[in-house]
T-cell receptor, first 114, second 115 residues
Framework: GQQVKQSSPSLTVQEGGISILNCDYE??????FAWYKKYPDNSPTLLIS?????DKREDGRLTVFLNKSGKHFSLHITASQPEDTAVYLC?????????????FGEGTKLTVSS | EAAVTQSPRSKVAVTGGKVTLSCHQT?????MYWYRQDTGHGLRLIHY???????EKGDIPDGYKASRPSQENFSLILELASLSQTAVYFC??????????????FGSGTRLTVL
């Protein structure tokens, strides 16, 4: 089964609004959670990440919320802008001896309309 | 700037043929990975390596081999290409140590079409 799942394949948000992207995971041993951004025909790039010892991390317009009991994490993008339009991939993993064997979700295509 | 470069950028192969995808990194990273991207599946790990001359199976290794002849180079080999292996393939590297141990740096991808 899918260990990391993004239930929404797409999301449309008005410019200036808050984009909320969700991700669920199955393995409660995961200790690292990340969001990657991918433009069409480009490679994924890391947006923000958290380890399991924190519930929240902010970086500018981005905030990651981690709910370990619910095995769920989310990405909030405030003041959404058209350039935020992209595919967002969540990823989770367990650091075993340094290996970043991340498991990715299917991706959510965010469209910010002006 | 750290970089992961893949070659070729795209390739058309025939069913049953041999395909080799190459990846080169200048990050001085120990870890390298091969992922494939398919619609509806996100990125799935095929093989990875944490040291030269050694490779490990990922989540979907069947039909693929990997080779890590040096720290900088990591190849993905399809001995007998099949239609189901049509996908975009991404190579990535990571430090494996430190505060950013898990951050993956991806190449631009190789679009493989098997006919």
């Amino acid at each position: 089964g899918q260990q990391v799942k993004q239930s929404s394949p797409s999301l449309t948000v008005q410019e200036g609004g808050i984009s909320i992207l969700n991700c669920d995971y199955e393995n409660d041993m995961f200790d690292y959670f990340a969001w990657y951004k991918k433009y069409p025909d480009n490679s994924p790039t890391l947006l923000i990440s958290v380890r399991s010892n924190v519930d929240k991390r902010e970086d500018g317009r981005l905030t990651v919320f981690l709910n370990k009991s619910g095995k769920h994490f989310s990405l909030h993008i405030t003041a959404s802008q058209p350039e935020d339009t992209a595919v967002y991939l969540c990823a989770a993993g367990l650091n075993q001896g340094g290996s970043a064997k991340l498991i990715f979700g299917e991706g959510t295509k965010l469209t910010v309309s002006s | 700037e750290a970089a992961v470069t893949q070659s070729p950028r795209s390739k058309v192969a025939v069913t049953g043929g041999k395909v080799t995808l190459s990846c080169h990194q200048t990050n001085n990273h120990d870890y390298m990975y091969w992922y494939r991207q398919d619609t509806g599946h996100g990125l799935r790990l095929i093989h990875y390596s944490y040291v030269a001359d050694s490779t490990e199976k990922g989540d979907i290794p069947d039909g693929y081999k990997a080779s890590r002849p040096s720290q900088e180079n990591f190849s993905l080999i399809l001995e007998l290409a099949s239609l189901s292996q049509t996908a975009v393939y991404f190579c990535a590297s990571s430090e494996g140590l430190g505060a950013s141990a898990e951050t993956l740096y991806f190449g631009s991808g190789t679009r493989l079409t098997v006919l």
